[in-house]
């Protein structure tokens, strides 16, 4: 990431938080799937509007998975970084 | 004097008319999303606050005048645009295109002159995804319109990021993530209220072609996937602890508005009290959001 944000004040369970939210995330967009499926099927008329309407529920999805991947490998990298910024700072404590 | 001018007790002029094109009152909240984010960012000087705050405003006001210029043979139809300067005969319809395409031009020059040409670009993809995507392609044809065409009102906070730090990554990807996924929980508690209008006009939104109980369940979902996603940049370091409660706070107090729609839709009881005040909290979910975000940053800092 080119960016390069602070360490935090407060030491937060970073690995935790990313697995719950995406957990969260990942329940959703099922439910949302479904729900637009089910939705589809009542209402689109034609076998290629179907189509269509899936993919436009489809498009978000599969970009949220690419996000979250990269937003996996960011956490960890910080997560490391976190971790031994707060180790040297125990190391120099007297 | 024509009715809106009549109501608040104003004179018609062509300036208002042009300012009422530009949609001043759904501007403000875009120009937040661009602003906050520029402090996240970094420190931008009061120069480029002021040159991505002016070219932001003339960018979205160029394209929402674009938008009632292709609009206008529906705009009559419904109670909520039937007012506006095209349908009440106030300006050509000529001439709005003119004025949105010039205003929208001239943002991109200043743009890219006194800020970076990255910013430029981003707000220019936003007009366009607006004008063409959303408004030409996905708006008449899928019930998805708004979910797909939310992206549109997500490029605010990429333009302010730009026009900081001259790039994008995945923090300002956040930042436009949280948009694009608050737009359909925002904009269909409004389609729910205006089903009626919105299907007199033939404009096919999901209250009209799911039905109220499916879009009240995407809703909820929505809300749900929102919520996690706007936690997510604190595990990476974007934000720290009062973003995170901010956003945790904010998250749960919308999905309890949209759940009591649901609850009372479900019991067959009148939903549309609450689902107004839901519109209306979502409105303001966003802008207390990204205000948090740019108090988080200047708190861990200082």
């Given at each position: 990431m080119a960016h390069s944000f602070p360490a935090p004040l407060v030491s937060l369970p970073l690995i935790p938080i990313f697995w719950l939210a995406v957990a969260l995330v990942a329940v959703s967009q099922v439910m949302i799937l479904r729900s637009t499926m089910r939705a589809i099927r009542a209402a689109a008329s034609d076998r290629a509007r179907r189509g269509i309407e899936w993919a436009y529920a489809i498009v978000p999805a599969v970009a949220l998975v690419v996000v979250l991947a990269a937003t996996w490998h960011a956490t960890r990298d910080y997560a490391v970084r976190a971790d031994l910024k707060a180790r040297a700072n125990q190391t120099s404590t007297p | 004097m024509s009715a809106p001018a009549a109501a608040v007790g104003r004179e018609p002029s062509v300036a208002r008319d042009l300012i009422a094109l530009t949609k001043p009152r759904i501007i403000s909240l875009l120009l937040l999303t661009t602003l906050a984010p520029m402090f996240v960012a970094g420190s931008p000087s009061w120069a480029t606050i002021l040159w991505t705050g002016i070219g932001g405003y003339l960018m979205a006001g160029g394209a929402n005048a674009v938008n009632m210029y292709l609009d206008r043979d529906i705009d009559h139809m419904m109670a909520r645009t039937k007012l506006r300067p095209i349908p009440s005969g106030r300006l050509s319809a000529r001439a709005v295109l003119a004025f949105g395409i010039a205003i929208a031009t001239a943002a991109t020059w200043l743009l890219g002159h006194f800020v970076n040409v990255l910013t430029s670009a981003l707000a220019l993809g936003g007009f366009y995804f607006y004008v063409f995507?959303?408004?030409?392609?996905?708006k008449r044809t899928t019930p998805q319109n708004i979910v797909l065409g939310g992206a549109a009102g997500a490029f605010p906070p990429l333009v302010g990021w730009a026009a900081v730090t001259g790039q994008v990554d995945l923090a300002s990807l956040y930042l436009f993530l949280i948009i694009f996924y608050w737009t359909p929980p925002h904009f269909w508690a409004l389609a729910l209220l205006k089903q009626h209008d919105y299907g007199r006009a033939g404009v096919p939104m999901a209250p009209n072609i799911w039905g109220e109980r499916e879009t009240i369940d995407q809703m909820l979902w929505y809300s749900v996937l929102l919520l996690a996603l706007s936690v997510l940049p604190v595990t990476f370091g974007v934000f720290g602890l009062v973003y995170q409660a901010s956003a945790i706070a904010l998250g749960g107090v919308l999905l309890v508005g949209v759940w009591r729609v649901r609850t009372r839709a479900a019991r067959g009881e009148s939903w549309t009290a609450v689902a107004w005040s839901v519109y209306k909290f979502s409105l303001l979910y966003l802008a207390l959001l990204f205000v948090a975000m740019a108090i988080d940053r200047h708190w861990r800092i200082g």
């Open positions: - | 995507v959303y408004t030409r392609w996905l």
